[in-house]
Every structure is written in C-alpha cells, then in structure tokens.
C-alpha cells in the first residue's frame, strides 16, 4: 500500500506538486477551500487521491501534511483555525509548510504543533509554476535537522535544490531574500528592455546579447521572449509577489538591515496592484515601465 501524505492548498503550485508526489508513490489525501480543484484531481485518479473535507480530517488520515498557501493568515487559519490542523495532530506528526509566510508566523505555527507533540518545518520553495510541474522547484528548509532527513523522500519528489538553511523561520528568511532578488531582477530587466525599446532597438535581439553576457539570468532566461511579446499568464501572480516584498521589507525593518532599492520597488508592485494588475506574471512589471516611457504593450 503506498505511504499517504496530507496537501492542503491546490493552487497553481499546489495542483502540480500533488501530481508529483503521486508520480512518486505517494497516495494523496487532498484538501483546499473550494472543491473544484479537489475534484479536478480526482478526475485524473481515483485510486491516488482521497478527499477530504477539513484540514483537520487530512490530518486524522497521514502522518505527515503538507500545506501550500497564499499568506501568513490562510497558515494561521488551516492550522490554528477551527476544525485545522492543530486539532487533529498527535504525537509524531510532521507539517511541512511550503507556504510563503512571514518568519514569526512560521514559528508561531510551529511552536503550537509542537505543543501537541507534533513536528514542524517552513520550507518555501522557488521556481514557479513550472517548477512546481517539473519538480525542480528550490526548496529552503528551516527546522530540525532529523525533521529534514524525514521529509526529504518528499522533497526530493518535489524539488531538485533542497537545502535546510537553519532552525525554524530560516526558510521563510531565506526565501524573503529569494523574493527580493528576482523583483530586482525583474526591474533590472524592465528598464533594460523598455529603453532599448524606446531606442528603436528589438528587444528580442536585447534578450539573446543579455543572456550571453554577465547580464544573464534566470528571469532573463525563462521571462524575457514573454515579456518581449507582451504575455503574462500568471505563474506567479504580482499580487503574491508584492505580499512577499512586503514580508521582506517588515523582517529588514525588524532586523535593522537597510533594503532601499526593495522599497522602492515594492512601491511599483503597489502601482501595479492599484491599476488592477494584480492578478497578471510578476513579469507584468514591464507594462508599467512601458507606460512611463509613452510605449504601447505589444499584446494590446
């Protein structure tokens, strides 16, 4: 009979990396706030997945649940919440939040599961939607190391880059860090493409030089032909990424390490939102440094 493992969240990376722990051997017991995605899943299998009707009810049925969430009050709810987590676990329980959350509610969440004698891990990961599908997402672990070595067969299904940055909260730290980088990067990229634009050259041709050079990145690599062509279906959505900037900017306020150049790009991640873009790529920054240079999107 295969290993059950609990995933609360079904989102754009949740649906996925249910997938792929299925792939990998693992019956799932599946549960998220609306029940289309459940049922979307359990339509491709019957036999690999169960559903369930609670956080508390995944729990009751595995040993180990995973939960994959927008922001820190959807962990504090599924967990601490009515009919959550906390009022099913038992001793020997493991949560491991991939969630992207704040730091101190990721400690304060674990601190509660392990005052029922459960055990806990934050372990957000990196690399979006197409990460979550071809399970080489980034994972940054914090917690116990024998925690760690416990739940690795299931990151390892996941991920490809695992990596236990320190003791509970680091993940969320780390991935904090993560956040920062890649909305830079996206600046970066979105001010060197508009001016080339607004210069009259292709920025089709600016991607290929970038990414031959020291300019070269990720977002470069995986972003630039899209945000080229004006594309922004969502895997990863602006407003998820400004929420995460805004984590970024609290823990550096509390932490007293000066982050100047995240402030101000966070604020254009606000405009974003403002103008109802919210819901469009992080790569949709672009559009914004578009309208400030008087050029029109490519896709309108």
Known sequence: MAERVGLIGLGIMGKPMARNLVAAGYEVVVHNRSRAAVDLLLGESSTSYVAA???????????????????????????LGEDG???????????????????????EVGQAVE????????????????????????????????????????????????????ASGAGQVVKACNQVVVALNYAAVSEALTLGSKMG?????????????????RVLELKGASMVAGEYAPGFRIDLHRKDLAIALASAREAGSPVPVTALVSQLFDALHVAGKGDLDHS?????????????????
């Open 201 to 217: 050259v292709d920025p089709a041709k600016i991607v290929q030089v970038l990414g031959g050079g020291l300019a070269a990145s």
């Open 85 to 107: 987590v906390l009022s099913a676990i038992r001793e020997g329980h493991l949560l491991i939040d991939m969630s992207t959350i704040s730091p101190q509610a990721a400690i």
């Open 284 to 300: 949709a920054l672009i559009t914004l440094y578009r309208g400030l240079a008087g050029l029109d999107d490519p896709a309108a």
């Open 53 to 79: 009707d609670s956080p508390a009810e995944v729990t009751r049925q595995v040993d180990t649940v995973i939960t994959m969430l927008p922001d820190s009050p959807d962990v504090r709810a599924v967990v």
């Open 115 to 166: 005052a029922k004698g459960g055990r806990a891990l934050d372990a957000p990961v990196s690399g979006g939607e197409k990460g979550a599908i071809s399970a080489s997402l980034s994972i940054m672990v914090g917690g116990r190391e024998e925690d760690v070595a416990r739940a690795m067969p299931i990151f390892q299904a996941l991920g490809k880059t695992i990596v236990h940055v320190g």
